[in-house]
């Protein structure tokens, strides 16, 4: 007797072995865009509820289409939310994809944060969310801005990024070559930087 392994089974096997993985990012409402992606071979179909078109309805009908075309139906979702982790799940979902927070912006009470740059190095750093975190621990935002422009370096990236902190300060460090900043201040002149 033979043994049937799920498409969920041999998506985490490869994972687990470093083999790579393919997807279709569905943001075309449609169960016929799900099937298609299923049938051409692609090991998961992810149903795009952040920046796509679906709704609960649709999202029910992509992810049966997906299991029957035999790959494993994801949802790309707009929060990260408890109950819109367990409403992807309970909907058909084998597993869900959560929005990067914390990676190319951030604002909380102390400090906000906008990165631009090669995204992949900002987000192995978590750019934001690790100047977010200096400020709040009372470094000061010119230090804790070189100090996120390093980690960012040391994951091979460049780019740069505008701070502003509670106090009204702000960086503007960059490391490529020029990045266009401008800041102004309520009854002063606008400041432009072109370097």
Same mark, same amino acid.
């Given at each position: 007797m033979g043994t049937t392994i799920t498409a969920g089974q041999r998506l985490r096997a490869k994972w687990? !072995? ?11 409402? =449609? ?9 051409? #071979? ?11 078109? /679906? @709704? ?33 799940? @309970? ?12 990676? #190319? =912006?951030?604002a909380d009470r102390g400090v906000a944060v906008s990165c631009t740059g090669a995204g992949e190095s900002?987000? %192995?750093? #978590?750019? !934001? ?16 801005? !070189?100090?996120?422009? %390093? ?20 960086? =503007?460090?960059? /490391? ?6 401008? =800041? ?12």
């Amino acid at each position: 007797m033979g043994t049937t392994i799920t498409a969920g089974q041999r998506l985490r096997a490869k994972w687990n !072995s470093g083999e790579a993985v393919f997807g279709l990012w569905a943001g075309i409402p =449609t169960s016929l865009t799900a099937e298609l992606g299923a049938a051409a #071979g692609y090991d998961y179909v992810c149903v795009d509820l952040q920046h796509g078109l /679906s @709704d609960e309805a649709t999202m029910v009908a992509m992810f049966q289409a997906t299991q029957l075309g035999g790959a494993v139906p994801m949802a790309r979702l707009a929060w990260n939310e408890p109950w819109l982790i367990m409403r992807a799940l @309970d909907l058909g979902a084998a597993g869900v994809i959560l929005p990067l927070i914390g990676a #190319g =912006t951030w604002a909380d009470r102390g400090v906000a944060v906008s990165c631009t740059g090669a995204g992949e190095s900002f987000i %192995r750093a #978590g750019a !934001s969310r690790l100047l977010g975190a200096l400020v709040a621990q009372g470094v000061a935002l010119d230090q804790a801005t !070189s100090a996120v422009m %390093r980690e960012i370096a040391e994951c091979d990236g460049v780019g740069g990024l505008i701070a502003v902190d509670a106090q009204g300060n702000v960086a =503007t460090p960059f /490391s490529t070559a020029a990045m266009p900043r401008g =800041t102004w201040r309520e009854g002063g002149p606008a400041a432009v930087q072109i370097p």
